[in-house]
């Protein structure tokens, strides 16, 4: 499954997307402290947080996840924004919670467990 | 010049977390006997203690800076220190306008203001436990604005440190300083200075880490300085 396809299924706004949206989603991580995630995800994972300060770009870069969806409507900082689109990391926002959000990712075939 | 002993990093029964016993007259004397010249008082979101604090700590000996433990968005925890009342009153001013909510005693503890005597003047009724909606780089702003020094909060914990949340301390955040209440992580880049302080919430712990500074006299700029390693000024060991 890849970013545009889950975009477009769970109605996920794009804020910084470009070619990046072709990215495969292999699995996912939720998190909102940043050590955690660093230590946690895995490469090509979707991680879905509330953090909007512009150190998750360089975390999903870092971890070399496939994107990050933002919870609770919340906007990218202008800082976040600049970076995202510097480093080619998708980055989209849901209106849902983070709890709904992962149940629907659950429900497309998504799981946090990779075989 | 000379060797300073400080622990700048001190709650009062201002924090709803913190003991009830830490009064402004307990907190002195605690501070005193851990053979403590300087504290900084820094409490969750507020200085309305640090005036009583500081009155009871002239006469006895101990120097008290005023200071606030501020709570960005991404809840990172941050120390701001000032040397002037004035300043520290209006970042005081800041945070109120940024912190939502309002404080459940039951749930989180009660919020004492007091004097120098140990009185309850008042009970403060905001959220101090919670988050401001300012970034932590527009607090370092503000602190830096009005002229404050800006120290990020026990980096070596695993919850409210710039580290647990953000990962790693961003390049262009300008602080003064790290502080650590065990031991020093290796994520903090070589150029910043760390500190050692007891965060304490309860009277046996004030003093329990401090650091020593090589400086003039017993003030904010003093400490400022000797952050900033001027004419001579420096920090001498943490312990």
């Given at each position: 499954?890849?970013?545009?396809?889950?975009?477009?299924?769970?109605?996920?706004?794009?804020?910084?997307?470009?070619?990046?949206?072709?990215?495969?989603?292999?699995?996912?991580?939720?998190?909102?402290?940043?050590?955690?995630?660093?230590?946690?995800?895995?490469?090509?994972?979707?991680?879905?947080?509330?953090?909007?300060?512009?150190?998750?770009?360089?975390?999903?870069?870092?971890?070399?996840?496939?994107?990050?969806?933002?919870?609770?409507?919340?906007?990218?900082?202008?800082?976040?924004?600049?970076?995202?689109?510097?480093?080619?990391?998708?980055?989209?926002?849901?209106?849902?919670?983070?709890?709904?959000?992962?149940?629907?990712?659950?429900?497309?075939?998504?799981?946090?467990?990779?075989? | 010049?000379?060797?300073?002993?400080?622990?700048?990093?001190?709650?009062?029964?201002?924090?709803?977390?913190?003991?009830?016993?830490?009064?402004?007259?307990?907190?002195?004397?605690?501070?005193?006997?851990?053979?403590?010249?300087?504290?900084?008082?820094?409490?969750?979101?507020?200085a309305?203690?640090v005036?009583?604090?500081?009155?009871?700590?002239?006469?006895?000996?101990?120097?008290?800076?005023g200071g606030m433990?501020i709570?960005?968005?991404?809840?990172?925890?941050?120390?701001g220190?000032f040397e002037e009342d004035r300043p520290l009153q209006a970042v005081q001013g800041v945070v109120y306008d940024h912190?939502?909510?309002?404080?459940?005693?039951?749930?989180?503890?009660?919020?004492?203001?007091?004097?120098?005597?140990?009185?309850?003047?008042?009970?403060?009724?905001?959220?101090?436990?919670?988050?401001?909606?300012?970034?932590?780089?527009?607090i370092?702003r503000t602190v830096h604005a009005f002229g404050g020094?800006?120290?990020?909060?026990?980096?070596?914990?695993?919850?409210?440190?710039?580290?647990?949340?953000?990962?790693?301390?961003?390049?262009?955040?300008?602080?003064?300083?790290?502080?650590?209440?065990?031991?020093?992580?290796?994520?903090?880049?070589?150029?910043?200075?760390?500190?050692?302080?007891?965060?304490?919430?309860?009277?046996?712990?004030?003093?329990?880490?401090?650091?020593?500074?090589?400086?003039?006299?017993?003030?904010?700029?003093?400490?400022?300085?000797?952050?900033?390693?001027?004419?001579?000024?420096?920090?001498?060991?943490?312990?």
């Amino acid at each position: 499954m890849n970013l545009r396809d889950l975009a477009r299924n769970l109605e996920l706004e794009v804020k910084v997307g470009g070619k990046s949206l072709a990215n495969e989603v292999r699995g996912g991580y939720a998190g909102d402290l940043l050590s955690d995630v660093i230590a946690n995800a895995r490469a090509a994972d979707l991680w879905v947080t509330l953090q909007t300060h512009q150190n998750i770009v360089a975390v999903a870069c870092m971890k070399e996840l496939a994107g990050v969806v933002l919870v609770n409507g919340r906007q990218p900082e202008k800082d976040t924004l600049e970076k995202a689109a510097e480093e080619n990391v998708p980055l989209l926002v849901s209106e849902l919670s983070a709890f709904e959000l992962i149940g629907r990712l659950h429900g497309l075939g998504l799981s946090g467990i990779r075989k | 010049m000379r060797a300073l002993h400080a622990d700048l990093h001190i709650h009062s029964c201002l924090s709803p977390c913190a003991d009830r016993e830490m009064s402004p007259s307990t907190i002195v004397r605690w501070a005193r006997r851990k053979g403590l010249e300087l504290i900084a008082l820094c409490d969750h979101n507020s200085a309305e203690n640090v005036g009583a604090a500081s009155r009871a700590g002239g006469p006895v000996g101990l120097a008290v800076i005023g200071g606030m433990e501020i709570t960005s968005r991404e809840e990172v925890h941050v120390l701001g220190l000032f040397e002037e009342d004035r300043p520290l009153q209006a970042v005081q001013g800041v945070v109120y306008d940024h912190l939502p909510g309002e404080n459940d005693p039951d749930a989180f503890g009660e919020q004492l203001v007091m004097d120098e005597w140990d009185n309850v003047i008042a009970r403060n009724r905001r959220l101090l436990i919670g988050a401001t909606d300012l970034t932590l780089a527009e607090i370092v702003r503000t602190v830096h604005a009005f002229g404050g020094i800006a120290i990020a909060s026990h980096v070596d914990r695993p919850s409210f440190s710039v580290l647990s949340q953000l990962g790693f301390i961003p390049r262009d955040l300008e602080l003064d300083g790290v502080e650590v209440v065990a031991t020093r992580p290796p994520e903090v880049p070589q150029d910043l200075p760390v500190i050692s302080s007891s965060d304490a919430h309860r009277p046996e712990e004030i003093g329990a880490r401090q650091t020593c500074f090589l400086v003039e006299e017993a003030t904010a700029k003093e400490i400022g300085m000797a952050l900033k390693r001027i004419g001579g000024r420096r920090i001498l060991a943490e312990q």
